[in-house]
């Protein structure tokens, strides 16, 4: 049987690494914009898509809090709907990130003004946040289906 305050504490867990990777997220944004202000072709199509990314991970914010508190033993398929939206958010903005690290590799080796080596750092940060949030949602996931079966 699976132990209630271990699941607890993973819940918690999957709930602070949410609130951090939307931060992270809205912190690479903000130094994205910042970073192509040199550069005035891309920014209108960049805060455009950025917009949209934020608005998405805000409503997969909410989807995560959903699938943290939803009992499974009921609402089974809304469950996995739920998890299976934010595992998929996660895993598509982890290549958006990896995306935007190889422009921002491709612009300071065309002559870039400022040194960004903390906001590589950040993007670092940001990735293993979404890649921890994604196994420990997958670790949640386990257990919930064993506590169910």
Not at 27 to 32: A, D, I, L, P, R
Not at 37 to 51: A, I, K
């Amino acid at each position: 049987m699976i132990d209630c305050k271990s699941l607890k504490s993973l819940r918690l867990f999957i709930l602070l690494l949410s609130i951090l990777s939307l931060l992270g997220q809205l912190g690479q944004s903000v130094y994205f914009i910042y970073f192509l202000r040199e550069t005035e072709r891309y920014r209108q199509y960049v805060l455009l898509v950025f917009t949209i990314v934020n608005g998405i991970g805000v409503v997969v914010m909410v989807n995560s809090f959903v699938f943290i508190s939803c009992p499974a033993k009921r609402f089974w398929i809304v469950w996995i709907t739920l998890g299976g939206s934010v595992a998929a958010y996660h895993c598509l903005m982890l290549g958006f990130d990896i995306c935007q690290v190889l422009v921002m590799i491709n612009e300071c080796y065309n002559g870039c003004i400022q040194s960004s080596t903390w906001a590589y750092v950040l993007y670092i940060v940001v990735s293993g946040v979404r890649l921890s949030l994604l196994f420990i949602s997958w670790r949640l996931y386990r257990m919930q289906k064993k506590s169910i079966t």
